[in-house]
């Protein structure tokens, strides 16, 4: 592996730790939760959303890195493109619904 790739999986790796841990500290509703204003807190799907693509982009980066031309790693490619591409269709248009059906079943939205 080149210096620069080893830069960049470096930084991920530190970005997937700083990430996950605030991602983890929000949706266990600690103390930098009960901190933040209640409408400024993000929404509990679109975290779960969040950690899901990067969780997919970890495991596809490394492999596109190491086999860029792999079955495998396009398969990864095309698992990651479709759940990235969903999560902001899902964003974009969909928003208001999502928000519909969790406050429809009861379940927390912040």
């Known amino acids: 592996m080149r210096d620069s790739e080893f830069l960049v ?6 970005l997937a ?3 996950v841990g605030l991602s983890i500290a929000l ?5 930098l939760y009960t901190r933040m204003k209640p409408e400024r807190r993000p929404r509990r799907w679109v975290l779960w959303g969040c950690l899901f693509v990067f969780a997919a982009f970890c495991v596809w980066f490394p492999f596109f890195l190491i ?3 792999s079955l495998f790693s396009r398969v990864l490619l095309l698992i990651f493109g479709l759940s990235f ?3 902001l269709f899902t964003l974009k248009w969909f928003s208001g619904v999502v928000d519909w059906y969790f406050k429809r079943k009861g379940w927390p939205l912040r």
């Open 17 to 19: 730790v700083f990430a």
């Open 27 to 31: 949706l266990a509703k600690g103390k």
């Open 9 to 14: 999986v470096l930084f991920l790796s530190l």
């Open 67 to 69: 086999w860029p031309e």
């Open 85 to 87: 591409s969903s999560f």
